[in-house]
C-alpha cells in the first residue's frame, strides 16, 4: 500500500504508480468481484431470512456477578428467582366469592398448568394443594387447602372458603387487599424439561394472551386480567419488534428522499440505500451461521449498519460527483473517489468496530451479543461500502443531472462554505472554545443526577400507558407483596437454619429492611415462627416472639410454607417486597442489607445476596456502573491510538477526539435531564455514539490536512474542506438523525429512547466536527511545520 500522504497529496495523478495496490486489486478485477457478491449475498440472505428472535433470562443478567453466582449456586433451593409469571383474576363488578369467578379462576389455574415451560411443581393458586391454612385449635394444629373439601359453590362452601384465605397468609400474595381479584403463579423453566429445548418467549406470550387473556375475558365479561413477569414483558417486547419494521421502512424511504434532493442523481441515490442494505442482509446472514438470534436489544442493530453504510455511501457519491463534474468517465472518477477516501473510511470504520466491541467488557451476554452484531456489522460495511459501491458506481457513473447540480450550484454554495470557514477565523476560534468550555461546565454539572438503572415503575423497556405497565400498576395498588422481590439467602451448617441465634439475626434484619424507604415488606422463617408461638399461646399478642427454647422453634416452624426453607435445612431465604425496581430504592435495600452482614456474618450464619428479580436487577445495575467508565476510557484509548497512527499526530488527536468528548458528557447530562438511566438498554448508546460520531472527523480532518499540506492558510484549507467534504458531513448527520428521531414514536420505549438519544448524538457530532474541530486546528495546529515535514519526508 503507497504512503498515505503520498495518496492524499496526489490526489489527481492517474499514473499507475499513484494508484494504491488495493485499487488496482480492486478495479482491474470488477466482474469478478461483483460476480462473487452476488453468491454471497443469495447464500446470506438464504440465512438471513431464517434468523429468528432469540430471548433468554441468562442471557439478559450478569452470570459473573457475585448475587447471580450465589443465586444460580442455590437456584435448587430457592423459588423466587425472578423467572415466573403472575397472572392476577380480577372481579370487575363484586368480589371473588362467587360461584362463576371461582370457576373461572380453576379454568385459568388448569390453563396455565399445562402451557409449555411451566414448572407445574410450583404452579400457586386457589385451587392448587399446595395453598393451605393453618389454624390452632384447643385440639391442637389444624389445615388443610383453602379449597373446601366437598366445594359446591354454593353460599356455606363460598363463606368457607373466606374463612379458610383468612386463617391462611396468603391475602395480600395470592388473593387482593380488597377481595376483588387472586393471582396465578407460574414459576418458569429457562430449558423446556421435555423438549430440552429453551423457552420460546415469544410464543409463551402468546400463549398467555390467546389462551388466558383474550379466551377468559370474552367467556366472562365480568373478569379482567392481568399479567406480569419477566416472560410476559420479554414477550411483549418480541411482539413489538414487528413494529420495528414500519420504522425500518419509514427510515430506508426518508433516506432516500433525502439522498436524491442531495444529489439529484438517481444512481447515487440508490446504489448507497442498496449497498447499505446488502450490509444488512450479509450481517443477518452471518449471525445466523454464528447461532446467533436478534433479542429486542441487537434487533436496533441492523438500522445502525444501514445508518452507518449510508453515512460513508454519501462520501463516495459527493468525492465521485466532484470528480465527474471535472470531466472524467465512471471509471476513473470511481477510482479516485476510492483513492481519496479508502484510507479515511477504513479509519473510521475500524474505529466503530472497536468501538462496539468495548460493549464485550460488560459481563451481561445480551450486551456482547450486541457488541458482536454492531462490530460485525461494521467490518461488513468496509466490504459494501468501500469495494462494492465504487464498483457498481464504476459502471454507472453519476449521472448528467446529478453533474449539472455541481456544477450549477457551486457559486451558491461556496458563500456558504465561505462564511462557515469563519470557524477557523483567529478571532471567532477563540469564541467557539469559550462556547465548548461553558458546554462542558453545564454538562458536567447536570450529568452529576444520571442514574444507573430504572428511574420508573414497571418495565421501563415499555411505555408507562402498555398493557404490562397497566397490568403492573394493578398488581402494585392490589397487593402488599409486589412483583419486585429481592430475596437474601441465609446459609447455615446442615440442619442448623431454624436456630434460634440464625432465627434472631434473620429478625433484626428484617426490622432493618422494613424500616428502610422502598421496602414494603418482608417474609422470613422467622415470621412463621413467631405466628406460631403465638398461635399456640391462645393468640396472645405476648407471645409474638421467638422462643429461646429450641423444641418450641421447631414445633413452629414444622408447618413452614414451601419455598422458606430447603431439604436439608442449610439455607433458608428472607424475602423483601420492594415498591418498585428503581435504581434508589434497589441501591437503598442492597446498602442495608450489606451492612447488615458485614457485621452479623459469622460461622453460624452468613447473609448472602441476592436472587428474585430485585436481585437481578441490582446486580445487573453494580455490572453496568462498574463497567461503564472502562468502556468509555477503552472507546476512546482506542480511537485515538487508530488516529494517531493514520495521522502520526497528537494535536490531529486532539482535533478529532476533543469534540466527542464534548458530545458524550453533553448526552449524559440530557439522560439526566430526560429521566433515562443507564442500563442494558441504553449503555449501548454511549458508546455507539462515540464510534460513529469520530467518521466525522475523520473525514474532515483528513481533508483539512490535504488542503494545509498543499500550502493553503488554515482558513483556506477549511474553505476547500467544506466545499468537498463538509457538505456530505453534514448532509450525513442531518439525515441520519432524522432517520432515527422517528424512532421516538416506536410503542418500544427503549427504541425511542435509543432514537431520541442517537437523534442528539449524530446531529451534535456533526456540529463538532464542522464548528470546534476548526477552532481547536487553530490553536493545535502547526500547518507550517506540517508542510515542512511533510517536504522532509520526500
Known sequence: MSNPKHDKGEHYLTTPKAEPFLERLIFNNRALILIAFAVLTLFLGYNAAKIQPDASFERMIPLEHPYIVNMLEHRDDLENLGNFVRIAVEAEEGDIFTEEYMETLKQITDEVFYLDGVDRSGLKSLWTANVRWVEVTEQGFQGGTVIPDGYDGSRESLEQLRQ??????????????????????????????????????????????????????????????????????????????????????????????????????????????????????????????????????????????????????????????????????????????????????????????????????????????????????????????????????????????????????????????????????????????????????????????????????GAPELRKDSRYNQDNAFIIDNYSTSADVLVVMVKTQVEQCTQYNVLTAMDRLQWELQNTPGVQSSVSLADVSKVVTKALNEGNWKWYALSRNQTIINASIREAPAGLINTDCSLTPVLVFLEDHKAETLETAVETVEKFAAKHNNEEHTFLLAAGNAGVEAATNEVISSAKNMMLIFVYGVVSFLCLLTFRSVRAVLCIVVPLGLTSVLCEAIMAVSGIGIKVATLPVIALGVGIGVDYGIYIYSKLEKYLLEGKTLQEAYFETLRSTGKAVVFTGVTLGLGVVTWIFSPIKFQADMGFLLFFMFLWNMIGAIWLLPALARFLLRPEKMLAKAKASK
Open 164 to 457: 379458610n384465605i383468612l386463617r391462611s397468609s396468603e391475602v395480600g400474595r395470592l388473593v387482593a387487599d380488597n377481595f376483588k381479584s387472586t393471582v396465578v403463579y407460574a414459576p418458569l423453566y429457562e430449558t423446556n424439561p421435555e423438549t430440552g429445548k429453551p423457552l420460546d418467549y415469544a410464543e409463551f406470550s402468546r400463549a398467555l394472551e390467546e389462551q388466558i387473556r383474550n379466551k377468559y375475558e370474552a367467556a366472562n365479561p365480568n373478569i379482567d386480567i392481568h399479567i406480569v413477569g419477566f416472560a410476559k414483558k420479554v414477550g411483549d417486547l418480541i411482539e413489538g419488534i414487528g413494529s420495528i419494521a414500519y420504522f425500518a421502512g419509514i427510515t430506508i424511504l426518508l433516506t432516500t428522499l433525502l439522498l436524491f434532493w442531495y444529489s439529484r442523481c438517481i444512481a447515487g441515490t440508490l446504489v448507497p440505500v442498496f449497498s447499505s442494505i446488502i450490509a444488512v442482509i450479509w450481517q443477518l446472514g452471518a449471525l445466523r451461521l454464528l447461532g446467533y438470534g436478534l433479542d429486542p436489544y441487537s434487533v436496533l442493530v441492523p438500522f445502525l449498519v444501514f445508518a452507518i453504510g449510508i453515512s460513508h455511501g454519501v462520501q463516495v457519491v459527493n468525492a465521485m460527483a466532484i470528480e465527474a463534474a471535472k470531466g472524467f468517465d465512471p471509471m476513473m472518477a470511481a477510482r479516485l473517489a476510492f483513492r481519496a477516501l479508502y484510507i479515511p473510511g477504513m479509519l473510521a470504520l475500524i474505529s466503530d468496530a472497536f468501538g462496539f466491541l468495548t460493549l464485550l467488557f460488560i459481563e451481561i451476554d445480551v450486551i456482547k451479543d450486541l457488541a458482536v452484531a454492531a462490530g460485525l456489522g461494521v467490518a461488513i460495511v468496509i466490504i459494501t461500502n468501500l469495494v462494492l459501491h465504487p464498483l457498481i458506481m464504476s459502471y454507472i457513473g453519476i449521472t448528467k443531472g446529478g453533474i449539472n447540480h455541481v456544477q450549477n450550484h457551486g457559486e451558491k454554495q461556496d458563500r456558504k462554505w465561505r462564511l462557515m470557514s469563519y470557524f477557523a477565523h483567529p478571532g471567532v476560534a477563540p469564541i467557539s472554545l469559550l462556547i465548548a468550555l461553558l458546554g462542558l461546565g453545564v454538562g458536567m454539572y447536570y450529568k452529576q443526577d444520571l442514574k444507573v438503572g430504572d428511574l420508573d415503575q
